[in-house]
């Protein structure tokens, strides 16, 4: 099963600290020429006054000390992660257990993929070891069984920009090489952009193409797919931009076209090169709008207004319903609470709590008309990094992970 990836903000936190620290040492040097004048005047007791402020403020840069080197997390060098579900006779039991190896540069070497049998034995289902060169570029992954046999190779290979432009696929059967084939490729222009990906089967046929086409600001003004999977269809994207006088993106149109047919055209709008509307029509017709709202350049709402009824789309609604989606945030880009409303009524709820270092700590979900409530705990380590992850609905548990970490060591700077 996948690793729990969450954003990790204890770095974030760091940053604030240390930027606070700078504020107080910025002010301190713009006062000191007030202060020495004012000491002058003030004799001894002014300067024991003095002292003793600054021994304060040591102190409280002290104490802040912890924090900021907890900015400077080590990289991982190994995760286990424990997967329980609730037992038959009350409390929980083990089902699956991954575990993972990272290098120093915070790539996985190796994972391995267990689950428990019946006689309550930990049995190994999968393994994949993972290679890199010297620059850090993943070269080949392989792919063993339970019973330690190999069955499929990955080979990843990169260009003279380092752009990955080729993968192949080598399959095994008892351990043995049974085929090879290239299954993508991906070529570029002069400027290093994308300019055409292809996708094959294993008989070498090729299933998908895409390209793309730019202007002279490297910017896709049109893309191309074309599917030769059965009963898929060919789509064609294009996008035109406009800018002002002094170049600044102001707008930009993307059209749609689904075998030849007009589907879908989304207009953005775009102020200081921030997205500030998004509106979205399909074959024609205005489903939904987006609305961004910044405050010092930091996301503070999202309200998004759609007109698109999923029960009408089964024909067991004829009256189409006005849907509104609020998002709020805090002013660290944090999601506080999000709501859904239709024709004016709330729907759901989503309400998010965070810990000093701004890790998610809860979501809680709440559907008022199904009057189902989810709920998600998570726990972190000393270096922010998931420990636990809990999910809950209608209070009842549903599962739990739990989460080992082995650190490398920190190199030393001389």
Not at 221 to 235: A, G, M, T
Not at 263 to 285: A, C, M, P, Q, T
Request: charged share 30%.
């Amino acid at each position: 099963m996948n690793i729990l990836k969450t954003t990790n903000f204890s770095a974030v936190r760091g940053l604030r600290l240390a930027s606070l620290v700078g504020a107080m040492l910025h002010s301190s040097q713009v006062c000191s020429a007030q202060r020495r004048r004012s000491l002058r005047r003030s004799g001894p007791a002014g300067h024991y006054s003095a002292a003793l402020g600054r021994g304060f403020a040591l102190l409280f840069l002290l104490a802040l000390l912890p924090q900021l080197l907890l900015a400077q997390k080590p990289q991982i060098k190994f995760l286990q992660q424990k997967h329980y579900v609730p037992a038959l006779n009350k409390g929980l039991e083990l089902q699956t257990q991954t575990e993972k190896y990272f290098n120093e540069y915070g790539a996985v070497t190796r994972e391995e993929y267990f689950k428990m049998s019946l006689d309550s034995n930990l049995n190994s289902q999968r393994k994949i070891i993972h290679s890199y060169d010297s620059r850090g570029r993943h070269q080949n992954s392989l792919h063993y069984n339970g019973d330690n046999l190999l069955e499929r190779e990955v080979k990843i290979y990169w260009d003279q920009k380092n752009n990955k432009n080729k993968i192949e696929e080598i399959s095994y059967v008892d351990g043995q090489q049974a085929s090879v084939a290239i299954t993508y490729l991906l070529t570029y222009d002069e400027a290093g952009n994308k300019e055409v990906e292809q996708y094959f089967n294993t008989k070498g046929v090729v299933t998908r193409q895409r390209n793309w086409f730019y202007n002279k600001q490297d910017e896709v003004i049109r893309s191309l797919e074309l599917v030769e999977e059965p009963n898929q269809p060919r789509k064609e994207i294009k996008t035109r931009y406009k800018r002002d006088q002094d170049g600044y993106l102001t707008k930009s149109i993307t059209v749609e076209k689904v075998n030849g047919k007009l589907f879908r055209k989304d207009v953005r709008y775009f102020e200081n090169s921030f997205l500030i509307r998004w509106k979205k029509y399909i074959e024609g017709k205005f489903v939904s709008e987006f609305v961004n709202e910044y405050r010092d350049s930091v996301l503070i709402r999202q309200t998004e207004n759609e007109r698109f009824d999923p029960e009408k789309k089964r024909k067991r609604s004829k009256k189409e319903s006005i849907w509104v989606t609020n998002t709020e945030y805090d002013v660290y880009g944090n999601i506080l609470v999000q709501t859904k409303s239709r024709n004016e009524q709330v729907v759901s709820i989503v309400q998010y709590a965070y810990d000093d270092y701004g890790n998610r700590i809860k979501t809680i979900k709440i559907n008022r008309e199904s009057n189902e409530k989810e709920e998600e705990r998570l726990t972190y380590d000393k270096w922010g990094n998931v420990a636990s992850l809990e999910l809950l609905k209608n209070d009842r548990i549903v599962y739990k992970d739990e989460f080992v970490y082995e650190y490398h060591p920190r190199k030393r700077k001389d």
